[in-house]
């Protein structure tokens, strides 16, 4: 049954690529055509209900382009296809990616237009990397991006990620737990993530744990008993009030042991009026250290109503919603031609025009820190001052130039640049005001124009 | 680099669970409670514009309940939390599946409250699986029942998949490319799904690659010539018409050398006015054969509008939407106990209440053979006369007892259930009346109010 599975890894991924890459590159080999093009990858617009995008993928983007291969097995299945010259099937045996790649930094602010990952490589390897490329950065910015709302929406409390079940599948599940933590969330129920990331993981009972004893308060003393540390227990599987109290009754049962319960957790029903009412109940008690978490069904508008509304919540556990990016399931990352050896290119289509060369984004920031302006120029343009460059070199004549940044430090330059979003573009409702100036530099512009007139003019003729 | 990576495979996707899986079957360990239960994998709801879902993910979720271990690696990272007992690290060293399975087979059609598929193990066993079930069959099923409305639209005509770059991560690619051909697509763009799952692949030709030619028809030659059969030439790069002129040129000069040209594909642009021009002018160039593709933001309410406005199509290349089930990213499914050693459970929740006890579904046709209504009953109650039971025995006490059927069979299998739906079901916009009726047994509905009446007692009395 393996064979039919359909997973995929390192040894294979270099077939999880659109068929036409691969006719288009054999087309380009017959024809000599495998000089050096390079190739800008951004996204159009922003989805509906997002303001910027967070860069999330580049780590998995790399570790594509510097192992790819194609085994013999798929070489032998390419050929089974009767469609590739026998010259290309021998080109792909050798094959590896000796291009060069600047990128933007994992955690790094963006919008649309602004080459995120720009690929300069014989024309044929640029080629046959753009789907594998798109399919891991347009997932991971989509999940970061929305995880930094929902994260904005709660206003310092931890948010864990609790997705892995509604996840387009299982590398869906490990995207979204790594690009949520990067993004600010606090942990993961996602066991795997959490041992290939370093995530920390989080998760203590199911309603069906509560149904598989006799009482509630049974379920409650026996979970306790097991978790003297950190047991979080679900008190809404029947009356949410009378949950609490039961709580309340394990709480004192922990502490007279010199234990400590460390919180509850509701999950459905008016969070508003019933956290409120637990945490009065945990009070009287005597129990204001045990924590509040809620979660069903959450996303940052249901988290922002809560707070609003006066909610007692100190962390919350989001799933489905913010695990599929449900709102906007998908941002139209594109990957263009952008030059080749016969020069600077433009793609003509209106609303559709494509800036030219090679490229720069620099970004400017208001004497308080905070993000002012983007500028796109062409690299070999001389630096504005007093901007930072977004572009970094991290892979050069097909080896690695850069030094990959562990997670945690990922996520504190996202935490820091998400800090220097101006406050417009924080607002959970996006307006259409909230927008960001994204500038063309002079000369790039008008080369834009010159080679659009060339272009319309060449076609004209034919 | 390899460590963080995160591909799930075989050896590790016994972690891909949540967090409280395991910390409940850690104190179901310690407390003795590991004899059979038997839990229900249904869907809640139909989304939004859904009247019906098409199963696929049992093949999948059939691999992982019998292949799933834990590593020592996996259980030297669940000790590194110190969360668990050494008896439970112990008992996941020989932990395997030893339950028994009923389940929908793939290609069938199906409706909330229907269990779909059915897990009787030692709690412990069926307790741990219920992530990787869930987001296996979760995330199929969603891609299935958006193809199958897909496929609907274009009325016979062929639909390719396209969306590998805009899939949620690469198992999302590999999972929509599966779906979708069992839902009634003919082809996928993703190769290695084509490889891995005997899917016919398709693609020739991005917009760059006619750019990376002097002219269009440069690079229509260019193509023709390498693809002497199965050309389809992409005509929208610079001015669809003038390229339908030029790939007229080409396909005479093809003609001419004994060869085909296969088609022309238009990806942008008013589709019902240009195609119709297209197949005009390749008509009055002789060549009527001359397949057209439209692709392009392409749903099944685009295309029943394409058609409906009078668009020539022989086949449509439909990417983003359907990949990502945009209108509908995801669905409820859940995974509840229904019974155990001490007797049937249903949860009480209002809106959430299950049906209890191990079950079976019965399908009811008309004489002409169109689908009239379900009937979920007790397993033990004798079958209705004249009823397809829908759930089969694929695993029992841990064995495979099911011959997986080949892709083939299963898309004809889909093909045969999508022929017998309603009408109503088959519309593209769903209307509230376009439901189907899924009745309960008198005795399994007498049997949920009085566990409900007395499970509401014992929860007063405590």
């Not at 050929?79 to 291009?99: I, N």
């Not at 909230?434 to 076609?459: C, F, K, M, N, W």
């Amino acid at each position: 049954m393996e064979p039919t599975f359909g997973w995929v890894t390192s040894e294979n991924m270099a077939l999880l690529t659109d068929m036409y890459e691969l006719t288009m590159a054999d087309s380009y080999l017959r024809h000599g055509m495998n000089q050096r093009a390079t190739f800008d990858l951004f996204v159009r617009h922003l989805p509906r209900n997002r303001a910027f995008f967070l860069n999330v993928g580049l780590e998995q983007a790399l570790h594509y382009l510097l192992n790819m291969r194609f085994s013999e097995d798929a070489i032998a299945y390419l050929r089974s296809q009767k469609v590739f010259s026998e010259e290309f099937l021998t080109y792909l045996r050798d094959f590896r990616f000796h291009g060069t790649v600047w990128a933007m930094p994992e955690g790094t602010v963006f919008f649309p237009n602004e080459p995120v990952l720009r690929v300069t490589a014989p024309r044929i390897e640029a080629q046959i990397v753009e789907t594998f490329l798109l399919n891991t950065i347009n997932a991971s910015v989509m999940y970061a991006s929305k995880a930094t709302r929902v994260v904005i929406a709660a206003q310092g409390r931890g948010v864990a990620d609790f997705s892995p079940r509604r996840d387009h599948g299982t590398d869906a599940a490990m995207k979204v737990a790594r690009a949520s933590y990067i993004a600010g969330c606090v942990a993961t129920s996602n066991v795997l993530a959490g041992h290939a990331y370093g995530i920390p993981i989080t998760g203590t009972m199911a309603h069906s744990y509560i149904m598989s004893f006799p009482t509630e308060l049974d379920a409650f003393r026996a979970f306790a008993s097991d978790y003297p540390n950190n047991a979080v227990l679900l008190i809404d599987t029947y009356d949410t009030l009378k949950g609490a109290r039961h709580a309340a009754i394990v709480a004192r049962e922990m502490q007279q042991r010199g234990h400590k319960l460390r919180g509850v957790r509701l999950d459905s029903g008016d969070l508003v009026r019933l956290s409120r009412e637990v945490r009065r109940i945990l009070d009287e008690e005597g129990f204001p250290d045990v924590l509040i978490f809620l979660s069903g069904d959450l996303n940052e508008y249901r988290i922002r109503d809560l707070l609003a509304a006066g909610a007692v919540a100190d962390a919350f556990g989001v799933g489905t919603q913010m695990g599929t990016s449900a709102d906007a399931p998908y941002i139209n990352g594109v990957y263009k031609i952008v030059e080749d050896e016969s020069g600077l290119k433009v793609k003509l289509s209106t609303g559709k025009a494509t800036l030219p060369g090679r490229k720069q984004v620099y970004r400017f920031y208001n004497g308080q820190g905070v993000m002012e302006r983007d500028l796109i120029a062409l690299e070999e343009e001389p630096p504005p001052k007093g901007a930072e460059p977004l572009l970094l070199e991290v892979i050069r004549d097909g080896e690695l130039v850069y030094d990959l940044p562990d997670i945690k430090t990922i996520r504190a330059q996202a935490a820091e640049q998400i800090r220097c979003l101006p406050e417009r573009l924080r607002a959970i409702e996006v307006s259409p005001e909230a927008t960001y100036p994204v500038g063309v530099s002079p000369r790039l512009a008008a080369l834009r124009d010159e080679i659009v007139a060339r272009a319309r003019e060449v076609e004209e003729q034919t």
